[in-house]
RNA sequence: GCUCCGAUAGUGUAGUCCGGCCAAGCAUACCGGCCUUUCAAGCCGGCGACCCGGGUCCAAAUCCCGGUCGGAGCACCA
């Protein structure tokens, strides 16, 4: 893979100073890890901080166990995280920005029932409460912190531009009243500044310099702007990258969360899941991610996550330690007829003689299993090789030995196969599908990622009998 | 519908800001060969792309306009 480099921040003028945000709704997934690995890719080049800031605004949408989760996970893919700061123990410099802005004018307490107050915006039309005095509307946000109002009456909102093009944009709510428990604070609190404000308020007190995260915080973008334009803040650099769809794998938190729920999910790290807990488990290696990432660099367009150049990048880290294995899906059991002594030695790995070999004494007329795949597209009579062992011909009934030549292996068709001593070993795979079958009986030595030749490589739970397939 | 963004081979990207070194580089996939007791790895070779139409210019993947297609956001999620 060519070393790809990502393009120079614009207005670095010394340290930078960025940040990750995330949710705490569940561990991260193949998703996330783009935003954490850009934008410790950039605090690596220019040095400066990262912080780690969980955005835990919404009781309604917090996973307690995320507030570990995360960090582990930002630790497992090798970001290297300054400061971590929660948004749920900041509540009181929101309060004090908000009644600041509540002072300049820019912003105001509205107590229209929702769908009204969408409907001025819709019209470019001014709510009855936007002009109510700054005396007035800090008596409003006093009571609506200290919770005197009930959930749905009230709302602050940040003044913009009642004729914006885009609808969302024009005064934008900053405060709702919230009644849920908030699992850190509990009932502390009974107004939550939303995202848009949080996120100017602590970008600002953070002194971000660069702000790089996925395009669908675009109009975000904006919104946030305004607060910074009222405070007469300094802007931080925004990026945008485009969105990544990922195929054939489940992220969506909530979907996952009541999977685990309802028991059709063992756990956040389910092997068909896309959380990097799940793929940790299968095997991939952090600096996969890392490699891939940057490969991508940082433009604005979407594009389709492309699992055969990150299995390819992956592959390149994990083979050379890759043990080979003799894994046989469904067996079918042969004995080896001919009352040949036959004696098997191959080579753990042959790029890396220094992994060894494994050895195996089979006696004469030994049994075998080989995949019932491979023996149902084999005629009586076809001569082929059971690898590292010798050539065996198909008989009426069985197999019979027939030589060890090594003239003509490129013609043959050549089977893994596995001896009579074979445990029995299952593989789950990311489709749900579950490969049972035999493995040879070294394989207990054999720790993490191995190839089961002529399958493909599987990250060994050596206490359970269990691999889990990578690619 | 409204607002915004984008468009380079099957896929992922480099180049686009500051037009010429790009008859477009790399990776992956695919095809062929070599090597190899794996449908693994490695080596060599090959296939394959600037969305369309105009304009500016000596010169456009790169700048401008229009179109098409795709994506995102759309208001008490983050």
Redesign the pocket.
């Given at each position: 893979?060519?070393?790809?480099?990502?393009?120079d921040l614009?207005g670095v003028t010394g340290e930078v100073r960025m940040r990750l945000?995330?949710?705490p709704?569940g561990p991260l997934h193949v998703g996330h890890s783009r935003m954490a690995i850009l934008n410790d890719e950039y605090v690596r080049r220019y040095g400066g901080k990262l912080f780690l800031r969980?955005?835990?605004?919404?009781p309604?949408?917090i996973d307690l166990d995320a507030y570990h989760l995360i960090p582990e996970d930002l630790e497992w893919l090798e970001v290297k995280v300054h400061e971590i700061v929660v948004?749920s123990k900041r509540m009181s410099v929101y309060y004090k920005e908000a009644k600041k802005l509540i002072e300049r004018g820019s912003m105001y307490i509205?107590?229209?029932?929702?769908p009204v107050?969408?409907?001025?915006?819709?019209h470019s039309e001014a709510c009855p409460h936007r002009d109510r005095s700054p005396e007035e509307n800090l008596d409003k946000f006093e009571k609506m912190i200290s919770g005197g109002f009930s959930?749905?009456?009230?709302?602050a909102v940040v003044k913009t531009d009642l004729n914006?093009?885009?609808?969302?944009?024009?005064?934008?709510?900053a405060?709702?009243?919230?009644e849920e428990t908030h699992p850190l604070t509990g009932k502390t609190y009974f107004a939550?500044?939303?995202?848009?404000f949080?996120?100017a308020v602590d970008d600002h007190y953070l002194d971000l310099t660069h702000v790089i995260r996925?395009?669908?915080?675009?109009?975000?973008t904006?919104k946030q702007s305004y607060v910074f334009q009222y405070m007469g803040w300094k802007k931080p650099h925004y990026y945008?990258y485009?969105?990544?769809?990922i195929p054939g794998t489940i992220l969506k938190t909530s979907i996952i969360k009541k999977g685990i729920r309802d028991g059709t999910y063992s756990g956040w790290s389910d092997i068909r899941l896309g959380t990097l807990l799940t793929m940790k488990r299968r095997g991939y290696r952090p600096e996969t991610f890392r490699k891939?990432w940057v490969?991508?660099?940082?433009?604005?367009?979407?594009?389709?996550?492309?699992w055969?150049?990150f299995?390819?990048?992956n592959?390149?880290i994990i083979?050379?330690g890759?043990r080979?294995l003799w894994f046989v899906p469904n067996p079918v059991q042969l004995k080896i007829e001919g009352g040949i002594d036959l004696k098997s030695s191959?080579p753990f790995?042959?790029?890396n003689p220094a992994l060894g070999d494994r050895t195996y004494n089979l006696g004469s007329d030994p049994d075998i299993f080989i995949?019932e795949?491979?023996w149902a597209y084999i005629q009586e009579n076809e001569r082929f090789?059971?690898?590292?062992?010798?050539n065996v011909i198909r008989t009426h009934t069985g197999i019979r030995y027939s030589d060890?030549s090594?003239d003509d292996?490129?013609k043959v068709k050549?089977?893994?196969w596995s001896p009579s001593g074979s445990s029995d070993f299952k593989v789950e795979k990311p489709d749900g599908a579950v490969d049972t079958g035999k493995i040879e009986p070294l394989f207990s030595g054999v720790k993490g990622v191995s190839?089961?030749?002529?399958?493909?490589?599987v990250n060994i739970d050596p206490e359970k009998n269990v691999g889990y397939f990578l690619h």
């Open positions: 893979m060519q070393e790809h480099r990502l393009p614009s945000a995330p949710s709704s969980i955005e835990d605004t919404n309604a949408n948004q509205c107590e229209c029932d929702q107050f969408k409907n001025y915006k819709l959930k749905g009456t009230v709302s914006h093009p885009n609808p969302s944009i024009r005064d934008w709510i405060f709702r009243v919230k939550y500044p939303m995202m848009n949080s996120v996925g395009k669908d915080n675009l109009s975000n904006e945008h485009g969105l990544v769809h891939y490969a991508s660099g940082m433009r604005e367009i979407d594009s389709e996550f492309s055969e150049i299995n390819s990048i592959r390149e083979d050379p890759a080979r191959a790995h042959p790029g995949p795949k491979d090789r059971l690898k590292d062992l010798c060890n090594h292996l490129k050549i089977v893994q190839q089961f030749e002529r399958y493909g490589y």
